[in-house]
């Protein structure tokens, strides 16, 4: 089991910057699939990108491939996700997720159903 704690949200103007870091506890974070998710006010929440557990290769949603980037450090527990060039339609609760299930090199999830840990959510909201 990990928990997940998130922090670095808050109110950014748009085409500015925010790095979002995700502190995991436990000894076994090695083992587990990262991903950031968001949820906007009154839609679903969504996938955001992932980082393989133990390569860091990575895998972004098509609207912020770019502009993010998801990276981790295995050796201090932690994963984080670095926001560029924000726009007014990244506002969102950001989460911070971790999946136990094991994916070969190149494969990735973006289903919310697989990532079985969740952090309490970050807001970040980013003025026009």
């Known amino acids: 089991q990990v928990q997940l704690v998130e922090s670095g949200g808050g109110l950014v103007q748009s085409g500015g910057s925010r790095r979002l870091p995700c502190a995991a506890s436990?000894?076994?974070?090695?083992?587990?699939?990262m991903g950031w998710f968001r949820q906007a006010p009154g839609k679903e929440r969504e996938f955001v990108a992932t980082i393989h557990r133990s390569d860091g290769s990575t895998y972004y949603e098509d609207s912020v491939k770019g502009r993010f980037t998801i990276s981790r450090d295995n050796a201090k527990n932690t994963v984080a996700l670095q926001m560029n060039s924000l726009k007014p339609e990244d506002t969102a609760v950001y989460y911070c997720?971790?999946?136990?299930?094991?994916?070969?090199?190149?494969?990735?999830?973006?289903?919310?159903?697989?990532?079985?840990?969740w952090g309490q959510g970050t807001q970040v909201t980013v003025s026009s």
């Open positions: 997720a971790a999946s136990p299930k094991f994916y070969p090199r190149y494969v990735y999830t973006r289903r919310i159903s697989d990532y079985a840990y």
């Open positions: 436990g000894r076994t974070f090695i083992s587990y699939t």
